[in-house]
């Protein structure tokens, strides 16, 4: 039989489902519909035989997709193989079957083995990803994907390539303030990406309408106020019917007619996960009503209808498809485990190029330049060289330039589409980054305030800082974030924090926190170059400071991460400190020389990776040791630095490693009171002073 085309009809006023004629075959010949319902018993087959693994002590944890199937196999259908990209979530093995993915690879997952081609063994199985089919491999939070989805959209538009972008979640996730974030902007900007809601109305064991106030609980109906937004709800058990629906979301979005997001409403045939039991708090009639729904029965019904399959044939390919499963989980069975000396390797990148960047060169010579005006030209001379960075956060475009106006005249010279204002949201400036990242561009984001970082907390953690190491080196995340920090610029609460000590509990991520103009430049286009997320840290009182300023280095000059600066030599004591405290430090230093002591001054750049050795040669010559920092004293970096210079340097200390940093308080508005709370100069010339004459 031809391959007939079918017909819809979507009403994108109220999002109805589609409509029109299917022919017989919902435009597909015999073989392609054989060919669905191979991938839907494969996926409903390798589900059960996992589970009778993990009965067995052979396999650890699953999270079945039984009930989706069809679905997840009309959406991969859709997708462009090479070009599109995809954002699944962790029931989507149907859909990644239908990509391409192997049984044999999806068992090494399962089962913890050395070459599973997802992740190493490194994540927990269900958890997809495929360089060959642009699928990033994902993380255990729920709705983190969306952001990162919608920046993968942007940057196929910025590379001018016509794909689009699958995103899936289940219902429940639709609660999280990043769906509604994702869904803003990508119908905002009209982008390429196809939300696809796989509502089976279980969240766990949260009925949907206790998760959503839709009417009815509709997604659909919660989303209905965002323009350019195709809207279509369709059952997604039948799989003529949500095919119909997948080719319509997939074209709507290729033609550059803006997002769309489906709501297809399946059933959840097993438990939410393997350490669940739906039975304690599903009625069994919500079971036994599901069971009527199984969309690998709908399908074959229709097939035998249509005289394509008979009972006979279907025993038959149905005990090949079994033979194939427990051959591919016998297979995996055998196969090494995974070595654990890999077990440290991928935190950072590891190609090497950190190593062949040509550092400290280049000319240091001619006029002073304030700090901010040092970041601000260091981002124009990278922008220059490198045509994949794009600038983008809150006021960062012209007229503005930013709160400080460390981006002005960047996107005057660079143009709108390289230099924009992202929403006022952190968790979408730093997700959709994500996403570009992951796509090959290099984005540089600013967060305005430190203060206000931490909507987008979980997706430098959990995402930006693990895609290398969850991937096993597949995918990587290099995005530069800048962020304004720090005090004595009578901010009050919100706007003086420090916020390194949280970061440095990150592996993955570099941080730097320079301390003068000269350096921030050569520290910033560094960071630009280097293929590892980078938070860099600037002090907003220091940006015009004149002790800040220095003579500008020109376009060559780079400094490398993990390098620590000898700013003051002395011989009585080591002061290990950044940031604004390295000024701080040098104003008290220079009133104990008037007393006859000598002491040493370093300033550590980068907080990660830290320049131990410069740190352990100057308190073995000095004997003693004093580290300095802005941020609260307790749980601060500074002890971080004193562990290490105790561990380390014990024999050679005359003397305790002593702290110094904020009192552990808010940081209030009044200046009197803001230097109550902060240390100052004053406070660090007579700590100083006491361990001098220890």
């Keep these: 039989m031809a391959k007939e085309k079918i017909e819809t009809a979507i009403d994108k006023s109220n999002g109805t489902t589609p409509t ?63 070009t599109d990209w995809a954002f699944p979530y962790y029931r989507d093995m149907g859909f990644m079957l239908t990509l391409g993915m192997k049984p044999e690879d999806a068992f090494l997952a399962f089962t913890g083995k050395g070459d599973d081609p997802l992740t190493g063994s490194r ?98 109906e919660m989303t209905k106020g965002y323009e350019n937004l195709l809207r279509i709800e369709v059952d997604g058990t039948d799989f003529l019917q949500v095919n119909a629906a997948a080719q319509s979301a997939f074209k709507n979005a290729r033609q550059g007619r803006g997002p769309a997001l489906v709501e297809a409403h399946v059933v959840r045939l097993f438990s939410h996960s393997s350490s669940d039991d739906q039975k304690k708090y599903r009625p069994n009639d919500s079971l036994q009503e599901d069971l009527k729904k199984d969309p690998i029965e709908v399908l074959v019904n229709v097939l035998k209808k249509k005289e394509i399959l008979n009972d006979l044939a279907y025993t038959e390919f149905k005990k090949e498809i079994s033979n194939h499963v427990n051959e591919a989980a016998d297979w995996a069975l055998k196969q090494e485990e995974p070595k654990p000396e890999t077990a440290i390797r991928y935190v950072l990148d590891e190609s090497g190029k950190k190593d062949r960047l040509d550092y400290e060169k280049g000319k240091i010579e001619g006029k002073s330049v304030v700090l901010v005006d040092a970041i601000n030209h260091a981002l124009k001379e990278e922008m220059d060289r490198n045509n994949k960075i794009y600038v983008f956060g809150e006021d960062v475009s012209d007229g503005k330039g930013g709160v400080f106006t460390s981006t002005k005249g960047l996107s005057t010279k660079f143009g709108n589409d390289r230099v924009f204002n992202s929403p006022l949201a952190e968790a979408s400036i730093v997700g959709v980054a994500i996403g570009m990242a992951l796509s090959g561009l290099k984005p540089c984001v600013e967060i305005q305030f430190g203060d206000y970082i931490w909507p987008a907390f979980m997706q430098f953690r959990d995402e930006m800082v693990m895609y290398r190491y969850r991937s096993n080196n597949l995918f990587e995340a290099p995005v530069v974030t800048r962020v304004a920090v720090g005090g004595y610029i009578h901010g009050g609460l919100y706007h003086s924090q420090n916020i390194e000590g949280f970061f440095a509990h990150m592996p993955g991520l570099l941080i730097a926190y320079p301390s003068n103009a000269s350096d921030a430049k050569g520290l910033l286009k560094t960071a630009l170059r280097l293929n590892d997320p980078v938070l860099f840290l600037e002090h907003k009182g220091l940006y015009r400071q004149s002790y800040a300023s220095s003579v500008e280095p020109d376009a060559d000059y780079l400094l490398p991460f993990g390098k620590a600066k000898v700013v003051r030599e002395g011989n009585d004591l080591s002061i290990i400190t950044y940031g604004a405290m390295v000024h701080e430090s040098n104003f008290a230093v220079k009133k104990l020389e008037d007393d006859g002591y000598s002491v040493e001054i370093i300033d550590i750049r980068t907080i990660a990776p830290l320049d131990v050795d410069t740190i352990y040669k100057s308190v073995r010559k000095t004997g003693k040791a004093i580290v300095i920092h802005e941020d609260t004293l307790t749980a601060g970096f500074g002890a971080e630095i004193a562990a290490l210079i105790t561990e380390n340097c014990f024999e050679s200390l005359d003397g305790p490693v002593r702290r110094i940093g904020a009192l552990d308080a808010p940081i209030p508005f009044a200046p009197n009171l803001e230097h109550e709370i902060l240390p100052t100069r004053e406070k660090i010339y007579k700590s100083l002073k006491d361990l001098l004459e220890y």
């Design 123 to 220: 994540q927990m199985p269900c958890h997809w990803s495929s360089k060959e089919f642009n699928v990033p491999t994902q993380s255990s939070p729920t709705g983190t994907q969306f952001l990162q989805a919608v920046g993968a959209a942007m940057a196929m538009r910025k590379k001018g390539i016509n794909g689009v972008v699958y995103v899936s979640s289940g219902e429940g996730t639709t609660s999280q303030g990043e769906f509604h974030e994702a869904v803003n902007w990508a119908s905002r900007e009209k982008l390429p990406v196809v939300f696809v809601i796989q509502n089976n109305k279980w969240a766990i064991s949260v009925p949907v309408q206790n998760q959503t106030a839709g009417k009815n609980a509709s997604i659909l």
């Design 20 to 82: 029109g004629k299917l022919d017989s075959f919902g435009g597909m010949t015999k073989d392609e519909l054989m060919n669905v319902l191979r991938i839907m018993n494969l996926s409903r087959t390798m589900d059960i035989k996992v589970m009778n693994l993990l009965k067995q002590g052979k396999a650890f944890f699953h999270i079945a997709g039984a009930g989706h199937e069809a679905t997840q196999v009309a959406f991969g259908l859709a997708m462009k193989k090479g």
